[in-house]
């Protein structure tokens, strides 16, 4: 096993033992790790950090940039035991990432997703249910990609209309509630997928037609293939609505309902994170610029406020 090899196995053990999951970090540091041993690097330099960040040719300068400042920290770490490491300066790539604005769809559009869902080739005819639920899901809940795939049936309580979503993005875990509708509506899969599949192999609440548990990528693939379909995406259009946009739909259709009913959106906002699962309510005050309309209601209710406030 080389130095750097040893290196990461100790980097990734530490920050994981504290909580960090670097799942995706660890894979690409791995990359780096046995990139460096095909050049023989015994330590890390700046121009094999850049060597390896700046691949592959084709990618976004934001993408090279990312990739430096996983190595960046990484070699911060390595520079404690071995002084012959050189930590790559900050603005060796400056590039930057650029959250994207939200798609926000409209309901016309999520009906057409859902009944897309519906006609899904099926060999079992499980899978138009097992999607059409899914998604669904997604639009209610604002749940995150991989966090319905990771539900157990343990983890769906139909009889008081609750989920609960384990180890999730930060290491926590919380429950969600659920209206009547979507309580039914999972009632129904879960009675359709145990006629289909009586003997599951697996725990997972959500299965494929094999009755596997489903991975985040089939379920991503199924979505840009319906999105094609439907027209959410131009034909060949590699970009467009996310899958994630659902979530971000469901937050910023909740805040404008609180505005345009003069809820106190600044005291229920924590009940909003904590719904989504953000680590920090500043997570959930990045929804208050998402869209126009949102910002509009926001500074409406800071200028009622300051009136409020005057002698």
């Not at 995706?24 to 850049?50: K, N, W």
């Not at 969600?176 to 599951?200: F, G, I, K, M, W």
């Not at 946009?245 to 259709?253: E, G, P, Q, S």
Request: positive net charge.
């Amino acid at each position: 096993m080389s130095k750097l090899q040893a290196a990461l196995d100790n980097y990734l053990a530490v920050h994981r033992a504290l909580g960090y999951k670097l799942r995706l970090s660890g894979r690409l540091l791995q990359r780096f790790v046995d990139f460096a041993d095909r050049q023989g690097a015994a330590y890390i330099t700046s121009e094999l950090a850049l060597a390896w960040a700046t691949q592959p040719a084709a990618a976004q300068p934001a993408q090279w940039a990312n990739r430096l400042g996983m190595v960046r920290r990484f070699a911060l770490y390595c520079s404690a035991n071995d002084p012959r490491t050189t930590v790559p300066p900050q603005d060796l790539l400056p590039h930057r990432y650029h959250r994207p604005a939200p798609y926000l769809y409209r309901d016309e559009e999520i009906t057409r997703l859902l009944k897309a869902a519906g006609r899904l080739p099926s060999a079992s005819g499980l899978r138009p249910h097992t999607f059409t639920t899914l998604f669904g899901l997604y639009v209610v809940t604002g749940l995150r990609a991989n966090e319905p795939l990771r539900l157990d049936r343990d983890d769906v309580d139909l009889v008081n209309g609750v989920l609960t979503i384990r180890d999730t993005k930060f290491g926590k875990s919380r429950y969600v509630p659920l209206h009547a509708s979507t309580q039914r509506a999972l009632e129904r899969y879960a009675a359709r997928r145990d006629r289909t599949c009586p003997n599951l192999q697996t725990p997972s609440f959500f299965v494929s037609d094999r009755g596997t548990r489903l991975t985040e990528w089939c379920v991503r693939w199924t979505f840009v293939k319906l999105s094609h379909e439907i027209g959410l995406r131009a034909e060949g259009d590699s970009r467009g609505p996310r899958l994630h946009d659902l979530r971000h739909r469901l937050a910023i259709n909740t805040l404008l309902r609180w505005y345009q009913h003069g809820v106190d959106v600044e005291r229920h906002l924590p009940e909003l994170s904590t719904y989504l699962g953000h680590a920090h309510v500043t997570d959930t005050y990045w929804y208050l610029t998402a869209t126009p309309k949102l910002l509009h209601y926001a500074l409406r209710q800071v200028e009622r406020s300051k009136q409020e406030q005057r002698p």
